[in-house]
C-alpha cells in the first residue's frame, strides 16, 4: 500500500497510521480506529511503527499488525500461537505454528475487553521471551 498522499515520508509512524486510517474511511477505517484505541488502552507503552506497508505495534517486539482488505480488518498477532484464546477470537491462520490472526468483517462486532487481554497477553510473552535472551551480567571479581 502506498502511503498517503498527505503523509510525507519521512512522517512519524503515529502519523502514518492515522493518515492510513483516514485514508481507509468507511467501516474498515472505523474499526481500524477502534482496534488501535484498544491496543493503545491495553498497552499505554505500546509503540507504533509503520512496516511493510501496514500499522504495526510493538513491545519488546511485534505484538500485532493491523491490516485492512476489501472485505476484512485482519489483526496479525506474531506469536499468537504461543497465546491462550479462552473467547476465541483468533479465527484466521490457524494452521500456522507461530502466527495467529483475527478477521473481522462487516457488520461483526469485536469483544473489546478479550481483545485488550489479548494484546496485554501477547505484551507479557514478548517481555519473557526478552528476559529468557538477556545475557548472563558478569560478575566482577
Not at 66 to 92: C, H, I, Q, R, W
Not at 126 to 133: I, L, P, R, V
Not at 135 to 141: D, E, F, L
Request: glycine share 8%.
Amino acid at each position: 500500500m502506498k502511503p498517503s498522499a498527505l503523509t510525507p515520508p519521512a512522517a512519524s509512524a503515529t502519523q502514518r497510521i492515522t493518515d492510513h486510517i483516514a485514508d481507509i474511511g468507511g467501516w474498515r477505517g472505523e474499526l481500524l480506529g477502534r482496534v488501535r484505541a484498544l491496543i493503545k488502552a491495553a498497552d499505554p507503552d505500546i509503540v507504533e511503527e509503520w512496516k511493510w506497508g501496514i500499522p504495526v505495534w510493538s513491545h519488546d517486539g511485534i505484538v500485532c499488525t493491523g491490516e485492512s482488505y476489501k472485505s476484512v480488518v485482519k489483526m496479525t498477532f506474531a506469536k499468537g500461537a504461543s497465546l491462550k484464546d479462552p473467547a476465541k477470537l483468533f479465527n484466521s491462520s490457524l494452521d500456522g505454528s507461530v502466527r495467529r490472526a483475527i478477521d473481522v468483517r462487516e457488520g461483526e462486532t469485536l469483544d473489546a475487553k478479550a481483545f485488550k487481554a489479548l494484546i496485554r497477553a501477547a505484551v507479557a510473552l514478548n517481555a519473557s521471551s526478552k528476559k529468557k535472551k538477556a545475557p548472563a551480567k558478569r560478575v566482577a571479581r
